[in-house]
């Protein structure tokens, strides 16, 4: 029986590139998504993968929506959490508003996503839970205080609820990205981009499929002596140890 692996932010960028990595692994995958119904559908319908869409950053909708995967498609033993927005401003200007969203949907959403389905891992002696940081969850960036808070918060979140679960079979790691050839990325004014570019020593933008390929050791049976790692992908952009 293959092993059901659920995929928040799922269905475009990197995790849509995860959750059809996982696929072809042979896990069988359902993926999340918060917005864009004629996206996500156009995802579901070309690759297979049903798709759940829910706020992550709500204790009650993400609760409703993993039973509802669980109902579907079967008990959650792989878990990635990648859903994440970005509101990025000077600290000094931001209000309230933009620090909140991105807190919420970014650093909380670990809770409620993570919460309803780790007793059944610990049940069953098994599970991989992998999170998406950034490269600005470690070093920083000017403008988003915001966003690099919270991607700190997910690296502490990893390390101690993989020194909770190592005993129960379940492992807890974490990926730290840096700049990856997304929409999202290619949005960025050209002469900014280029800039960034110059400052990746590998001279190129990561690709969501090597994320999705990380992924995939993580959530495999290989990886089961890997825990609380903090592992980063970044064409040498940052070198860290965690």
């Not at 990648?82 to 969203?101: C, E, L, P, Q, V």
């Amino acid at each position: 029986m293959s092993k059901v692996a659920l995929v928040t932010g799922g269905t475009r960028g990197i995790g849509a590139a995860i959750a059809t990595g996982l696929k072809i692994a042979g896990f069988d995958v359902a993926a999340n998504f918060a917005g864009n119904v004629e996206k996500a559908h156009a995802f579901r319908d070309e690759t297979g993968i049903p798709v759940f869409k829910w706020d992550v950053s709500d204790v009650k909708a993400s609760a409703e929506g993993i039973a509802a995967v669980e109902r579907e498609v079967g008990p959650i033993s792989v878990l990635v959490n990648n859903a994440g927005i970005t509101r990025d401003g000077w600290f000094h200007k931001m209000d309230y508003d933009a620090w909140s969203a991105v807190l919420r949907t970014n650093l909380d959403s670990l809770y409620a996503v993570t919460r309803p389905v780790i007793e059944g891992m610990r049940e069953r002696g098994f599970g991989r839970i992998i999170n998406i940081s950034s490269i600005n969850g470690q070093k920083g960036q000017i403008g988003q205080v915001n966003y690099s808070a919270s991607k700190a918060g997910i690296i502490g979140f990893t390390k101690a609820l993989a020194l909770e679960s190592a005993r129960k079979g379940i492992t807890v790691n974490c990926i730290c990205p840096g700049y990856v050839d997304t929409d999202m990325v290619q949005a960025v004014p050209e002469k900014v981009l280029e800039g960034i570019i110059a400052g990746i020593p590998a001279g190129r933008l990561g690709q969501a499929s090597e994320i999705a390929a990380l992924v995939n050791y993580l959530a495999s049976d290989a990886s089961g002596f890997m825990t609380g790692s903090v592992l980063t992908i970044n064409g040498g952009q940052y070198l860290a140890n965690g």
